[in-house]
């Protein structure tokens, strides 16, 4: 990633001075290292090849001026794995920022009363949601653990106003009993995003946060952090909800939908297809790779010159303009010629299990081909594993039954939170 960005400059806190040991052999770049915790000069590693700052050499750096900032210049770069696990740059200019404070800060309306929490790896996007929302309204920000066992003492200590996580974070509270009713009395606002987030646990979560709106933002990390919001209501959404998934639903102001066929034709109110997106939060490709920005970044029949992403995720828009997510295309998988769509499966385990943490994984693969579905599901307690399997055979086709369930203590996520099927099939073939 330090290759691919072009940075020429690498700032080391004195927590990550044993990684650079590890890092520098491997760069052949030259590069410069500012060490703000050391005073006095770097060791080993050997840095000749590079120029080397410490704190002592800091006091004589002039009086910072006010930049002068381009709408089009990058704010960030960020590395998305995507499907492929090869890292792609998305470089988040000034004007897609800020196109997404200018809205959101007005709808959420925070203000220097609140305190705000941050969930979110600097890694992932939702991160300068997390920072900037808050430090523009002049807010308090509130750094939480990654221990979920204190997540609801954190709330009460620092009388958190706002919450902002993945749903995954909910969901381990709700499996450790800590979503009594009432249990989040400070919070004024809860948003989900990065997730499908299930009927069930926003109800759980609306029930301990009784005085919170709750919303459910949408948005990949090539659309700016959100682009589209859904405000659960108790009575009306339940009804609303698809496959027991809260819908994602309007867009944002100023900016733009569509969903396209194979062919990339737009499809009327109701159909399923795959969501494309447009406007001033869209970002303009990947750094440095023509190839896959043009198989990403599209002009769609009919739309112009407007460039469109293609977000990979299936979903539909009603007549209302609302739109529901129905999956990832590349979860979508083929088990005997049919088409698998994974997380309908993992509504049923959902409500099999009572709410627990599971999982489907393509098992095994061979050649690139799964021949078949298992089911993972947190915790190590199997009495219910027949329940489990008779639910799946009444609800879903014979193709999409799980063939085996698998218990794991922990289910492991990636760095953004969420869970990480890839390693879960890997922990599979280890036990076999």
Known sequence: MLSASG????????????SVKVLLPRIKESFLWIFPDTRSSVGKPDFSAHRVITAKDMRGVAEPCEPRVDNNAPAYLLFTSGSTGTPKGVAVSQGNVTSYLNFVGPRYALNSDDRCSQNFDLTFDLSVHDLFVCWD??????????????????????????????PSVA????????????????????????????????????RAAPRSILENIYGPTEATIAISHYTWDPDRSPMECVRGIVPIGWIFEGQQCCIVDEALSPLPAGEPGELCLAGSQVTTGYLNDPVRSQQQFVQLPGSGKTRWYRTGDLAKQDESGCLYFLGRKDQQVKISGFRVELQEIEQVLGEATNGKLAVAVPWPVSDGTASGIVAVIRGSDSSDDDHV???????????????????????????????????????IDSME
């Open 7 to 18: 940075c020429k400059a690498v700032i080391v806190g004195s927590e990550c001075q044993e």
């Open 137 to 166: 309204a002049g807010a308090t920000l509130c750094p939480c653990p990654e221990q979920y066992l204190v997540l609801v003492s954190i709330i009460k200590d620092k009388e958190l106003t706002v919450w902002f996580s993945v």
């Open 171 to 206: 969901i381990l509270a709700s499996k450790l009993d800590l979503l009594d009713a009432g249990a989040f009395p400070s919070l004024r606002l809860s948003l989900f995003c990065g997730e499908a987030l299930s009927a069930r646990l926003a109800a759980d979560w609306q």
């Open 389 to 427: 399997l008779k639910l799946c055979e009444a609800r879903l086709p014979k193709y999409m039954v799980p063939a085996r369930i698998y218990h794991m203590e922990d289910l492991p996520l990636n760095v953004s939170g969420k869970v990480d099927r890839q390693k879960i099939a890997l922990l």
